[in-house]
Structure formats: structure tokens, C-alpha cells
């Protein structure tokens, strides 16, 4: 392929019978969605995660490395906030304070 096609390319391009050529417009949206979609999916796993690594583990067990890995994969504001309210679940559960 031509370095000058190659650079043209954009993810809204595709091969068609050997020949590059720009989706059409149901294409296109069909491909937004199923980023979307495959993004949200992630997040939804990502967030599951976490929930598991802190609600299957004792308080007493909960090692300190583990925390810190857990705080060290925070990667903004949103993944901070998401940590805080899961960890204070988890902490009132197993203190026996259920409000």
C-alpha cells in the first residue's frame, strides 16, 4: 500500500473489494455505536473488578499492598470516587454500621 493512501486512511475508511473508500453514514454510526458500546462494556468489567477485589476480602485480610495497587490504578477523579464510595461500602458493611 502507498505511504500517501496509508496516511489517508481514517477510522471512518474501509478496504472494499481491494479499493479504500469512506463508510456510508449507516456504517459509520454502526461503528460509533459499537465502540460505545464495547467501551461502556469495560467499564462496566473495570468497575465489577474492583468490586470483587474489595468485597472478597476480610478486613482483618486486607492487605495494605493490595490497597496501594488498588489506589495506584486510579487513573482520574471519576475511577478516585468510584474507589471512595465502593472501600466506605465496604467498611460500613463490615463494621456493622448498615445505613
Known sequence: MPR???NALTRFHKVDNGAVRLMT???SDLFITE???ASASAETARLADMDTRITNVKIADFPMAK???MIDAIANLNDAKQFLKR???YVAKNSGNRN
Open 4 to 6: 500517501d493512501v496509508f
Open 35 to 37: 465502540e460505545l458500546q
Open 87 to 89: 472501600m466506605c461500602r
Open 67 to 69: 490497597i496501594d495497587a
Open 25 to 27: 453514514q449507516a456504517e
